[in-house]
C-alpha cells in the first residue's frame, strides 16, 4: 500500500488503484445464510454513493459526529469509510442523543430516535434490501443510496489529524486510526493477498481492525462472518478451505 496514505479514504484510493478487481469484504450471515461479495471496486462504489448521500442529502460536514449503530456488516464497513470520505466522526454505538446525526439497523431504531438529527436506517436484509415500509421518522437507506453518484469529492479535504473514530471508548483521528491498522496488520502477519475470516464484533477496535482495518491497510481482504457460533466446525473448515482464508481470528 501507499506510505503516504494518511485517511481510511486514502486506503481504499489506493486498494482502488492497486487492484480494483480484487475482494475486499465477503460477508456471510449465518442466522439467514447470505453471502455477499464485494470487489475493490464495488466496495468503493458503495462508499462513494454512500459518502455523496452523507455530505449531499444529509448536509454532514467534517467534525459532524454519526451514531453508527449497526453490527458487524458488509454495510457498515460501507458507513465507515463514507465517513472516513466525508470527514465525519464515526461513533460506533455512539450515544444518538448526543450525535449530529444516526444511522440504525433494524434492532436499535428506538434507540436512534433520540437523536435530533438527520436519521437513517437500514434494513439489514439480503443483497441490501429495503424495508418494507421505512420506520417512521427515518429515511430508508435502500431507497436513498442507489440514486447516488458513483463518484465523490469532498467539499473540503479530511485533515489527517482531525478526530476520525471511536469505539469502546477509544478516540481516533485518521492518521492515528491508519497507524494502528498497519500496526495490526503487520502483527497478524497480514500483506498483499491475505484473506483474514473475522467472527468479531464491531463494538471494539479489535473488530474493526480485523474486520475492515487491517485488511485494508495491509492489501488484504476480510471474510466478515456474522452470526459465527451458528457455524459447526465442519462447515467452518470448508468455509477456511473454499474462501482461501490464510488467517482465522
Excluded at 464495488?42 to 462513494?48: E, G, K, L, P
Excluded at 491475505?194 to 467472527?199: E, I
Aim: glycine share 10%; aromatic share 6%.
Amino acid at each position: 500500500m501507499n506510505a503516504s496514505d494518511r485517511t481510511p479514504a486514502d486506503l481504499l484510493r489506493s486498494a482502488l488503484a492497486a487492484d480494483p478487481a480484487r475482494p475486499m469484504v465477503t460477508f456471510y450471515d449465518d442466522a439467514t445464510k447470505e453471502r455477499v461479495e464485494l470487489s475493490v471496486a464495488t466496495f468503493a462504489n458503495w462508499v462513494a454513493k454512500t459518502a455523496n448521500l452523507l455530505q449531499g442529502d444529509l448536509a454532514a460536514e467534517p467534525g459532524d459526529r454519526l451514531a453508527l449503530l449497526l453490527p458487524a456488516h458488509w454495510q457498515s464497513a460501507v458507513w465507515l469509510l463514507a465517513c472516513a470520505s466525508v470527514g465525519v466522526v464515526a461513533e460506533v454505538q455512539g450515544d444518538p442523543a448526543a450525535a449530529d446525526l444516526v444511522v440504525s439497523g433494524p434492532d436499535t431504531l428506538d434507540a436512534a430516535r433520540a437523536c435530533r438529527g438527520e436519521r437513517i436506517a437500514l434494513a439489514l436484509r439480503p443483497l441490501g434490501g429495503r424495508f418494507p415500509q421505512a420506520p417512521e421518522g427515518f429515511a430508508d437507506y435502500a431507497v436513498e443510496v442507489p440514486g447516488q453518484g458513483d463518484r465523490f469529492a469532498p467539499f473540503a479535504p479530511v485533515d489527517p489529524e482531525a478526530p476520525a473514530l471511536t469505539v469502546g471508548g477509544a478516540a481516533f483521528t485518521a492518521a492515528e486510526l491508519v497507524t494502528r491498522a498497519r500496526e495490526d496488520g503487520t502483527a497478524l502477519g497480514l500483506g498483499a493477498g491475505s484473506r483474514l475470516l473475522s467472527g468479531r464484533t464491531y463494538d471494539t477496535w479489535e473488530g474493526l481492525s480485523a474486520g475492515l482495518y487491517a485488511p485494508l491497510a495491509t492489501g488484504g481482504s476480510v471474510v466478515l462472518c456474522r452470526h459465527l457460533d451458528r457455524l459447526g466446525a465442519d462447515a467452518l473448515a470448508q468455509r477456511v478451505e473454499s474462501e482461501r482464508v490464510t488467517l482465522t481470528v
